[in-house]
């Protein structure tokens, strides 16, 4: 386990190292500057602030600057927000984007599982049908198209919620409705396939054998071990949420860093989406490693280093 | 019992012995594995549903265009924000071009003294929505497609030299692989869009990049389980070259699990090519992809939400077609489930 962790941990690093020169290079690469829209400033203005940002010196030497800021947590400053630094920015919007992700899966995985639970107990009836239906609703159609739809006939035609404003926690049901969609079809699937291997098994028949009441054999024996599988999913699950939440933030003026990210990506503001790209990744790698150990530690019977081999 | 039994005509029961000569015989005719697993998909009533539908908008994507004498990229701005009109429906009170200006609902058509018909309405400049409509879905088909197609063929030969070859070639792509599986979609599509120009063949370059990754590891696991069989050995005995053996005997191998996988590939590709386009990296005006078309729409939702809807609509029933049928596929192509 440990050797396993460590490997998992240096490809960790060398992945983020990557993505980090990567932007680095894409971003030099970059048509367009950040002082474009600044049309006012004489060539010497624009010299001195240039010189002032370091953007004068060679490409590598940059480049290691870059890197080093990056280790030390240094995301640079924007060139649009009053010089905010990057790093103070992101930690003031991830507020809104972490209720908005953690009440979406939250609200995602639990519905999910109820349906999953229903459409396993109740095989093949209106509920299975019903429930199988939603799922693929879910997991087909992207979490933007349910934004809209939800922002017209709740927004706009009920007038229930305001339209692009950001007015406390009110304004983040909506969103967080869209963004749970994806989660309750992926966790209901899963739930169904496992809850129906885990009720024809043996120990589900002693159980029932020994008298056991439904209720019982449902949530005592069954759910328990039709969860544990759910844990592999919550990678994907939280890589579907960032990428929803991009557009999801976008359509419900919501605050965060999502939206943010594509302001920043239409002004060509060069330091923040660097920081973003590189918080994504870290945020992303990182879940995904801790799933990966957590499902290793819960379930003894994955051999994670065995992989394909 | 017995008495009811005697009534029973004699002639209604047959003596049947056991000839031995006809042991051997099959009785079921002999199917190969497409026939059987088309058997098999065409009870998935979902998946045969689906395919029709898919048929259909994909001649639509062709037919659509010709089907109104507008053109999809011509501006009219006289024209412009034109609720949907149709020939007959309009007598029912539905697609009768009346819609909204400022507070009022009046019939826009009357108004400005339009007589030609806008099926689903026209946008802010006056294009016609239908003709756009299928030329936008053609357009995102088109990316879905060809990215697809990328990462089957980028995928498979990766994942076949890894898993044929094997020993330190194998060592070497697979560490590839693992640090560049680290690296978020999301994060690289972006990243990929931006240092490109927008238009089709950058979208599709940005969306395979990384696509092909999750194909190149099914298809060595797929391999690396039947390199080791008797039948390739068998192959290798008889002096059967590694094109011979990759080409004629693992392929025919991988094909059900290469196609189930790219039936799924084609609809993440369809929602990367929307999402991008809706973030504004997408394709320029006047092109139009579903994803562009969804997000003018969305634009003017209070006011034109047609405008939202019929793209919307159409990039819905494109995803859960694939999906559908992907589904379908994947139970079908499963030769566990031979019945």
């Known amino acids: 386990m440990a050797k396993y962790i460590t490997k998992r941990v240096v490809y960790m690093f060398i992945s983020l190292f990557l993505i980090a020169s990567l932007t680095f290079v894409l971003m030099k690469l970059l048509p367009g500057s950040p002082l474009a829209s600044a049309e006012k400033l004489s060539i010497e203005q624009r010299e001195v602030i240039y010189e002032k940002y370091g953007l004068n010196d060679p490409i590598p030497v940059q480049y290691i600057r870059y890197m080093g800021n990056l280790a030390k947590g240094d995301f640079g400053i924007s060139f649009q927000y009053k010089n905010a630094d990057v790093m103070t920015l992101i930690l003031k919007k991830l507020e809104y984007s972490v209720i908005l992700g953690a009440q979406a899966i939250v609200f995602g995985t639990v519905i999910g599982i109820v349906l999953g639970m229903i459409a396993a107990l109740k095989q093949n009836t209106i509920w299975d049908y019903g429930s199988t239906i939603i799922a693929i609703l879910g997991i087909s159609i992207p979490s933007f198209v349910f934004a809209v739809l939800l922002q017209f006939i709740f927004a706009v035609e009920l007038e229930w919620f305001d339209v692009g404003l950001w007015n406390g926690w009110k304004s983040s049901i909506l969103p967080s409705i869209a963004l749970a969609m994806g989660p309750i079809a992926i966790a209901a699937r899963f739930i169904r396939t496992e809850m129906i291997e885990v009720l024809g098994t043996d120990y589900i028949l002693l159980a029932k054998a020994k008298g056991a009441n439904w209720f019982e054999i449902a949530f005592k024996h069954a759910f328990r071990n039709a969860l544990i599988p759910l844990i592999t999913v919550l990678g994907p699950l939280a890589a579907g949420l960032l990428t929803g939440s991009l557009v999801v933030e976008q359509i419900f003026a919501i605050p965060g860093i999502g939206e943010q990210f594509v302001k920043s990506i239409n002004s060509n503001d060069y330091a923040i989406i660097m920081g973003t790209t590189m918080f994504f990744s870290v945020f992303l790698i990182v879940i995904i490693l801790i799933v990966d150990i957590l499902y290793g530690i819960i379930d003894p019977r994955i051999r994670l280093s065995g992989g394909s081999k | ?339």
Do not use: C
């Open chain 2, 1 to 339: 019992m017995t008495n009811k039994l005697e009534k029973l005509p004699k002639d209604s029961f047959e003596r049947i012995t056991i000839d031995s000569t006809q042991a051997e015989k099959i009785s079921k005719p002999s199917l190969s594995f497409w026939q059987d697993a088309w058997l098999r998909i065409r009870k998935n009533k979902a998946a045969i549903v689906s395919m029709f539908i898919l048929i259909f908008i994909v001649f639509m994507t062709f037919a659509g265009p010709f089907m109104v004498k507008h053109d999809p990229e011509a501006v009219k701005v006289s024209h412009a924000n034109l609720p949907p009109k149709v020939p007959g429906l309009e007598k029912l009170g539905i697609f009768d071009g009346v819609g909204k200006l400022g507070s009022k609902t009046v019939n826009l058509y009357e108004l400005k003294k339009i007589d030609t018909y806008y099926w689903f309405g026209t946008d802010s400049l006056g294009r016609d929505l239908f003709s756009r409509l299928w030329k936008g879905t053609q357009i995102s088909l088109l990316i879905a497609f060809v990215a697809a197609f990328i990462d089957v063929v980028v995928g498979v030969i990766y994942g076949g030299i890894s898993g044929y070859y094997g020993g330190r070639t194998d060592d070497i792509m697979q560490r590839i692989v693992e640090v560049l599986i680290g690296i978020p979609t999301l994060v690289i599509v972006i990243l990929m869009i931006m240092m490109m120009d927008s238009g089709i063949w950058s979208i599709i370059i940005a969306i395979s990049i990384t696509g092909w990754i999750g194909m190149s590891r099914i298809v060595r696991g797929q391999v690396l389980k039947y390199k080791n069989q008797e039948f390739v050995l068998a192959a290798r005995t008889l002096g059967a070259s590694d094109r011979r053996i990759i080409g004629k005997h693992l392929l025919p191998n991988l094909m059900a699990i290469i196609i189930v996988n790219m039936m799924f590939t084609i609809p993440t590709a369809i929602f990367f090519e929307a999402f991008l386009s809706f973030i504004g990296l997408g394709l320029q005006a006047p092109k139009a992809s579903l994803g562009t078309l969804i997000n003018d729409g969305y634009k003017f939702i209070s006011y034109q939400p047609y405008m939202l809807f019929f793209p919307a609509f159409v990039l819905s029933l494109l995803m859960i077609a694939f999906n559908l049928i992907g589904d379908g596929l994947r139970d079908a192509l499963d030769p566990k489930m031979k019945d």
